[in-house]
């Protein structure tokens, strides 16, 4: 099973943006599909952003609900990391963000906005 590590959190505040990346161990899979999600206390886990990719070929970013016009979704293959870079910050960003491939989850990491 793939694991996955988040990094990139941190304490900023509102209107900072912030890179957050997502690194896999093993190779990068030749078709794919990794999300990025986020939990703050007492809220459902949401999805943020999405990059798919087949046969190895150009990859397919989405941004999905609130973050969408503030957030890029982006992969490299030679540091196996998926990239997810979100500007305008506020403090309703506060959340753990995680990454998902498949069955694998990361432990997140911990983004707080203040105002």
């Known amino acids: 099973q793939v694991r996955l590590l988040e990094s990139g959190g941190g304490m900023v505040q509102a209107g900072s943006s912030l890179k957050l990346s997502c690194t896999a161990s093993?190779?990068?899979?030749?078709?794919?599909?990794v999300g990025w999600f986020r939990q703050a206390p007492g809220k459902e886990r949401e999805l943020l952003a999405r990059?798919?990719?087949?046969?190895?070929?150009?990859?397919?970013?989405e941004i999905i609900g609130s973050m969408k016009g503030r957030a890029n979704i982006s992969k490299d293959d030679v540091a196996n990391t998926v990239t997810f870079e979100m500007n305008g910050l506020q403090p309703d960003d506060t959340a753990l963000y995680i990454c998902?491939?498949?069955?694998?989850w990361g432990q997140g990491t911990q983004v707080t906005v203040s105002s």
């Open positions: 990059i798919a990719w087949i046969n190895r070929g150009t990859p397919m970013p």
């Open positions: 998902n491939y498949g069955q694998s």
């Open positions: 093993g190779p990068t899979p030749s078709t794919a599909v």
